[in-house]
């Protein structure tokens, strides 16, 4: 008899620890920096951020200060922009049926960037701050880049298959950032700001950032978590998909999309921070196994996580000099991408 069972749901223990994690990483994050404060007494002082709370818990004012007007805003944009990175990952990846998919694949990072460099070289040429139409300006090229690459994915045929697309993802990053290097070629004054945005950074003076990104994360999480069904059935190909009700193509575009709203919006206050959807969703799934049922709430808990420990480790490895979170997460993933590479099957078309 044919098992009919579909793949496993998502773990109570795993959701658990998916929790715990952020909560650990959030705890760790604003606890040690350049001033050290007492984690237990981090964690009564958020406590005393809930109406009606008010708990002592031993810190000056200073350090209350540092913990809710400094750390605080930069560690909460920390975890969305890892929510959003990994979660978009794990979509690209079975939107593709690709395990080398993240979300620059389809141009976004590239289209971001060349959205940015045109606004710092052409409205803010030579200051120190990054102007106020970046956001904008990622958003719109990151979207920009996607709608080419969804064009140009058609080209030749009626159909958009994975590989034609991930084809066109690479064509079009290659032409957005070869525009990019023309624009600052004629602009060498605006190079060590543009360069310094491009390496990644959760630097905010506040809770601005969180608040230009939270409406995106939120979308972006409510359309592909309610996918996870349609992703495992995508899984075994779009015949046996379409043979059970699902519109491949349809569900395809749907993901795609609500990824790259996510992913620009996260690239437009933070900068390029690639590597994030490679290595959370494999690591999970190594740990899990395949089914989407799982594969995306954990990549999303785990991947918020990860990336406030990795801007923890930039902004304490180097010293009084901070490292740029885009090199932190270049110097994990580059090996772990080799090893999914290595490990990977060809992509399928």
């Known amino acids: 008899m044919t098992d009919r069972r579909g793949p496993a749901g998502l773990r109570p223990a795993w959701l658990a620890a998916g929790v715990i994690s952020v909560v650990v990483a959030a705890i760790a994050g604003l606890a040690f920096g350049s001033v050290s404060l007492p984690p237990g007494s981090v964690a009564v002082e958020i406590l005393n951020l809930i109406p009606g709370v008010r708990l002592e818990s031993g810190l000056s004012e200073r350090e209350v ?32 049926r690709n395990p080398l998919a993240d979300p620059h694949l389809l141009g976004v990072a590239a289209g971001a960037g060349l959205g940015v460099t ?15 139409g970046v956001p904008v300006a990622a958003f719109a ?31 079009v990053s290659a032409f957005l950032s070869a525009a990019q290097t023309f624009l600052l070629q004629r602009h060498m004054e605006s190079l060590q700001q543009v360069y310094s945005w491009l390496l990644g950074r959760l630097a905010t003076a506040g809770w601005h950032d969180v608040l230009v990104i939270l409406p995106y994360a939120v979308i972006t999480g409510a359309i592909v978590l309610t996918q ?36 620009a919006a996260a690239v437009s206050v933070s900068g390029l921070i690639g590597f ?30 990860f990336l406030a420990l990795t801007d923890l480790l930039a902004r304490t490895a180097g010293g009084d000099a901070e490292i740029p979170i885009g090199v932190v997460t270049a110097f994990l993933g580059a090996p772990f991408f080799i090893l999914v590479l290595r490990t990977s099957r060809a992509v399928p078309t």
């Open 141 to 171: 090229g990151a979207v920009g880049a996607v709608l080419l690459t969804w064009l140009l994915g058609a080209a030749g045929g009626r159909e958009r298959s994975p590989a034609s697309l991930i084809l066109a993802g690479v064509a």
């Open 276 to 305: 994030v959807g490679i290595i959370v969703p494999h690591t999970i799934r190594l740990l899990t196994g395949p089914s989407y049922r799982s594969l995306l709430p954990l990549s999303l808990l785990f991947g918020a996580a």
């Open 118 to 132: 045109a606004v710092i070289v052409l409205a803010a040429p030579g200051t120190t701050e990054l102007p106020i």
């Open 228 to 263: 996870r069904r349609e992703l495992d059935v995508l899984a075994v190909g779009d015949a046996e998909a379409t043979s059970l009700g699902l519109h491949p193509q349809r569900s395809r575009y749907l993901l795609i999309i609500a990824a790259s709203l996510g992913t």
């Open 65 to 96: 200060a540092i913990l809710v007007q400094l750390r605080l805003p930069r560690v909460v944009l920390g975890l969305l922009v890892g929510a959003m990175l990994a979660l978009a990952g794990a979509a690209y990846q079975g939107a593709f």
